[in-house]
RNA sequence: CGCGGGGUAGAGCAGUUGGCAGCUCGGCGGGCCCAUAACCCGCAGGUCACAGGUUCGAGUCCUGUCCCCGCAACCA
């Protein structure tokens, strides 16, 4: 975040590329939602914001799944990547730009890095010794083996070393280990970058960048018999999108990537191997990698095996998109691991959305059309130190990328406004005292503004029903301290009544 | 002794630098009638896994023990 509000700064977020053997599902969108709000809130404090997200289409694993299939790779890809552009489309993601490895935008980047790592000496050659079935047509790991032999094929896999490429890992360690100790490069949590620092202790080898056995993938411009790494291929991803080349604008403009953010499984690759890769290359290293937990479904691990993946399309068919996004932050605090009970999303619907956000807006909006024929009766500050604390809670918990408490914070306004009510009791003041029910409604119509400007980069579209009943709809135009700054809305101007925002969920029980 | 995370109210989780155990949901009891059978207040419920230790004081720091879960096989 910016320190100075009054400066424009630039935010480039990414996600990982999502891999195509997959269909998109929960774990996915969880990342794609969070990325999703923090760009949409840098976007209301004026950041200019790079979101990006993609898919991830090399590999023989591709390659064997369109076979299966009986399409070619490519074929194959276009429809499972194009499954998670709808996906993202449902979920209301505001990505600026989705990448895929297979075009040729990143086809021509990925070149231009590995000839300019190979120009730095980062790139050697090298064998790669393993275990190769030919049936497979790829290398087996020892644990994969079942006495010995393929598990497939029910044969010993040949012990062969192929010729590879490899990056320097060791040589950039030190300087990497110093920076992440510095905190020069951000790991978030700070558990996560305990465990990154026990990695140096344990030290590391050198990884290929290369496979000679791969057919579906970037060949290496100095040696066309070998296709790029998966890793390298999928991390380069992040510098692609920005046309990587010399006089690349987008690249002067966006790079360093401010944030990275992924899931736990994948943060080795995002802190050592990308940041080594990037001083390789001599570029500036992501100023932020935030790792967050995984999470159990109803207190089992979701694995394939046991089949308990769930398609984000379902759950927006039961609960709509906002909701949907809304409940997966709010299970628990972002970063670390938690459980995720289903049962409870109906539940939580009910608590937080219809009787929290939705039945507040109602009470309030039905109130001024009540009492003041829909028209914004007054103007009062009764309100503004209580919001005041909120944006602040609701501000630094976006700084720090807590989404979880960002949320909490808007919980506790609604709570704040509900008291309001209750105290104030609007419905006797109308009987007694009309001065001060104007300046009361005022006050629950200001923290109505408040509360969708918060809920916007949560929830996008309950927060422009809320801003457009007020006929606040454009904000855009509007800095944040013009637009968190008490009193936006003015006397003698009217309010409409909203829509249910979320209808109540009759309990299934 | 592989590495790491964790065991706090019926459920899911917070507890920052040690200072009176909190939040949400659920349960029970009251209040209110503007609102989506919504809202507000109160109550019950915990030996903070266990055993030692440091301290005026430990959920928090130290030592040990037990249990659960990740990482080496798909997977955010």
């Known amino acids: 975040m910016a320190l100075n509000d009054d400066i424009m700064a630039k935010f480039y977020i990414t996600t990982p590329i999502y891999y195509v053997n997959d269909k998109p599902h929960i774990g996915h969108a969880y990342t794609t939602i969070a990325a999703d709000v923090l760009a949409r809130y840098h976007r209301l404090i004026g950041d200019e914001v790079l979101f990006l997200t993609g898919t991830d289409e090399h590999g023989s694993k591709i390659a064997e799944s369109a076979k299966k299939a009986e399409m070619t790779p490519q074929e194959f890809c276009d429809q499972t990547s194009a499954k998670f552009s709808l996906a993202w489309d449902e979920l209301d993601i505001s990505n600026d730009d989705f990448i895929r490895t297979t075009e040729q935008r990143h086809i021509t980047g990925v070149k231009n890095i590995l000839n300019k790592l190979k120009e730095s000496g980062a790139i050697y050659e090298g064998e790669y010794k393993g275990l190769y079935c030919v049936g497979c047509e790829r290398f087996l790991t020892e644990k994969e083996l079942i006495d010995g032999k393929c598990p497939i094929h029910k044969t010993e896999p040949q012990q062969i070393s192929e010729k590879n490429y490899f990056f320097n890992l060791k040589k950039f ?18 558990n996560r970058r305990k465990e990154v ?21 970037i060949p290496l411009p100095f040696d ?21 080349s010399e006089g690349s604008e987008k690249l002067k403009k966006f790079w360093p990537a401010d944030l990275h953010l992924m899931a736990k499984d994948i943060l080795k690759f995002h802190a050592l191997y990308w940041p080594a890769m990037l001083m390789a290359l001599g570029e500036e290293l992501p100023k932020t990698i ?118 909490e914070a808007i919980r506790k306004l609604i709570s704040i406004a509900d008291g309001y009510v209750d105290v104030n009791k609007p419905w006797e003041l109308a009987k007694s005292d009309q001065e001060k029910l104007a300046k009361v409604i005022y006050n629950l119509l200001e923290v109505l503004r408040h509360l969708a400007l918060m809920l916007y980069p949560v929830m996008p579209e309950c927060s422009q029903k809320i801003l457009s009943a007020l006929g606040k709809s454009d904000f855009t135009s509007l800095t944040i301290e013009e637009l968190k700054k008490w009193g936006g809305l003015v006397a003698g101007s009217s309010v409409a009544k909203s829509e249910q925002l979320f209808p109540r969920l009759v309990k299934a029980e």
């Open 173 to 190: 360690l030190p300087r990497l280990e110093k920076m992440i100790d510095q905190n020069e490069i951000k790991i978030l949590p700070d």
């Open 290 to 407: 935030f790792a967050h937990g995984f999470f159990m479904i109803d207190g089992e691990k979701m694995s394939k095996s046991l089949g308990n993946f769930i398609d984000p399309h379902d759950l927006v068919a039961e609960f709509g998109s906002d909701a949907v996004r809304y409940l997966l932050l709010s299970q628990f605090p972002f970063g670390v691991d938690g459980d995720v009970k289903l049962g409870n999303f109906a539940i939580q619907y009910n608590s937080d959305l219809a009787n929290g956000i939705g039945n507040l807006t109602s009470r309030v909006l039905a109130m001024v059309e009540k009492y003041f024929n829909g028209v914004v009766p007054a103007e009062d500050g009764g309100l503004s130190g209580e919001v005041g604390d909120i944006w602040s809670d609701y501000q630094k918990a976006m700084a720090e990328f807590r989404v979880d408490l960002a949320i």
């Open 197 to 217: 620092l026990g990695l140096f202790k344990q030290g590391m080898d050198d990884f290929s960048v290369s496979r000679e056995s791969v057919k579906w993938g």
């Open 224 to 244: 066309e018999n070998q296709v790029a790494y998966v890793w390298v291929d999928a991390l380069s991803n992040y510098l692609t999108a920005l046309d990587y």
